[in-house]
């Protein structure tokens, strides 16, 4: 069963609700934040409402599952689990924080986070991030979490991995 609470001792993070379209909508707006991601900066609160009903189906079935990040009592972004592969026991995550909340640790809370999840909670082998060649801080936040590159998946992409084992 996918856990919908997880905590740190600075972070909480919940399954992303309707309730939390208006700041989703600000971060998933913000083209700084969207800038290596696989959309396009949004225009309209209706398009975070879309996002989040498509989330919240993906957790009822189990297909994947986002989670809003609160730090200080405030949402500042969403991160989580964006494919599970449940035979081959592996998952590809991914994260996002609005740039005021960069440079504090948060995101390497936030990926250790993640991968504990995947291993302890979920039975998972492994954890991949796709990243776009160009985002090095991500790079740099993976690898300091452990991960290695994999493989270069497209000519913008790097994929990087973490094992059970390392």
């Known amino acids: 069963m996918i856990p919908t609470l997880l905590k740190t001792k600075r972070l909480t993070l919940t399954p992303v609700q309707l309730s939390e379209a208006t700041v989703l909508y600000n971060v998933w707006s913000n083209s700084t934040v969207t800038k290596y991601m696989n959309i396009a900066p949004f225009e309209s609160l209706q398009q975070a409402k879309e996002m989040i009903a498509f989330f919240e189906e993906s957790l009822l079935t189990e297909k994947a599952v986002r989670y809003a990040i609160y730090y200080q009592n405030n949402c500042i972004g969403s991160c989580g689990f964006n494919c ?39 039975g998972l082998e492994t954890v991949f991030a796709s990243i776009e060649k160009e985002n090095t801080a991500s790079k740099k936040l993976v690898k300091k979490c452990g991960f290695q590159l994999a493989t270069e998946q497209h000519s913008t992409l790097e994929v990087y991995r973490k094992s059970h084992t390392n």
């Open 84 to 122: 599970f592969d449940w035979q081959a026991k592996e998952t590809e995550i991914g994260y996002e924080i609005l740039p005021t909340f960069w440079n504090l640790g948060l995101g390497t809370e936030i990926v250790a986070l993640l991968c504990q999840t995947a291993f302890e909670k979920l």
